[in-house]
């Protein structure tokens, strides 16, 4: 069963993802709320799998509260759904190490298969939303500060699928290595980086030119 905590303002939308999610054989909400105001001592406590958080909330909003997420919990999965799929909204998002972006008009059936795909370490997003984010490093500048990151070339294999929306499951299955294996190098990549989640890695390999 996969754990989720919800973080959505408008009463209704909030009761029916519930419904939604808890409706369905693979997940539970275990904990659903207007805002991020108490966001790390609802983690602590309630142990999510996913955080499912929208961006346009009232107090601590859902950027504030994802670079709160991060600083704590690097590695929780945390999926956007918003109605934003402006530049800056994505960015921003994108920089605080949001996992995955995804308009609301997402089906409901898309959204319980990105939930899926984020907890197995993907990086699902609307597909609009994917072609802007190419778009906005195509426009950083090609003659920018590159810094040598030391990357092994097995590191530079798992950062190219990891840039293809491959999961860790689908990585260790292209490769032919084990699960844990994959993950260990994440964290090497990770750590080269100097990032914390997979779309923060994603994002300074096309910056930086990395593949």
Request: proline share 3%; net charge negative.
């Amino acid at each position: 069963m996969i754990r989720i905590v919800l973080y959505e303002d408008n009463t209704k939308l909030r009761e029916n993802l519930t419904l939604l999610i808890d409706g369905s054989a693979d997940f539970e909400v275990c904990g659903a709320f207007k805002n991020c105001d108490r966001i790390l001592g609802e983690v602590a406590e309630l142990l999510p799998d996913v955080i499912l958080m929208d961006i346009d909330m009232p107090g601590t909003n859902g950027i504030e509260g994802l670079k709160l997420v991060r600083a704590q919990y690097p590695h929780l999965p945390v999926l956007m759904l918003t109605v934003f799929d402006d530049d800056k909204n994505v960015f921003e998002c994108i920089k605080a190490g949001a996992d995955g972006y995804l308009l609301k008009k997402t089906t409901p059936e898309k959204l319980l298969e990105h939930l899926r795909e984020v907890y197995n370490g993907g990086a699902p997003m609307t597909s609009s939303v994917a072609r802007q984010v190419l778009e906005l490093f195509a426009r950083q500048p090609t003659g920018e500060r590159r810094e040598l990151y030391n990357l092994t070339e097995r590191e530079r294999e798992v950062l190219q699928l990891l840039v293809n929306g491959y999961s860790y499951k689908m990585i260790a299955a292209e490769i032919f290595i084990s699960i844990d294996t994959v993950r260990s190098h994440i964290k090497k990549i990770y750590e080269k980086l100097h990032v914390n989640s997979k779309s923060e890695a994603v994002a300074k390999a096309f910056k930086d030119k990395l593949i």
